[in-house]
């Protein structure tokens, strides 16, 4: 039912940031809780970030903890994902997804977007 385009991803080196965008359909996106994941080749797709509805509050995978921000502009259905001190290991397709109010999993996700890290 909701709409995810990703964009943002690209070839980067080690040390290097990026920002991933996240642009969602609806007209209640301020109350969707969206999160970010990624599938790295040989390994089985990861929670990277959560944000609920109001932003305030967050949550982050060990793996990225320190290094990576989510974050959103309800203004504008757009969530992000600010990427610093990217490692070759964060090399994967990055997807993003929502969850409705009502809905206990995420029911919504993009196409996702390529993050290449080299080292």
């Known amino acids: 039912q909701v709409q995810l385009v990703e964009s943002g991803g690209g070839l980067v080196q080690a040390g290097d940031s990026l920002r991933l965008s996240c642009a969602a359909s609806?007209?209640?996106?301020?109350?969707?809780?969206m999160g970010w994941f990624r599938q790295a080749p040989g390994k089985e797709r990861e929670f990277v970030a959560t944000?609920?509805?109001?932003?305030?509050?967050?949550y982050y995978a060990d793996s990225v903890k320190g290094r990576f921000t989510i974050s959103r502009d309800n203004a504008k259905n757009t969530v992000y994902l600010q990427m610093n001190s990217l490692k070759p290991e964060d090399t994967a397709v990055y997807v993003c997804?929502?969850?409705?109010?009502?809905?206990?999993?995420?029911?919504?996700w993009g196409r996702g977007t390529q993050v290449t890290v080299s080292s």
């Open positions: 944000i609920i509805s109001s932003g305030g509050v967050t």
């Open positions: 609806g007209r209640t996106f301020s109350t969707y809780t």
């Open positions: 997804a929502a969850r409705r109010p009502g809905e206990y999993q995420y029911s919504s």
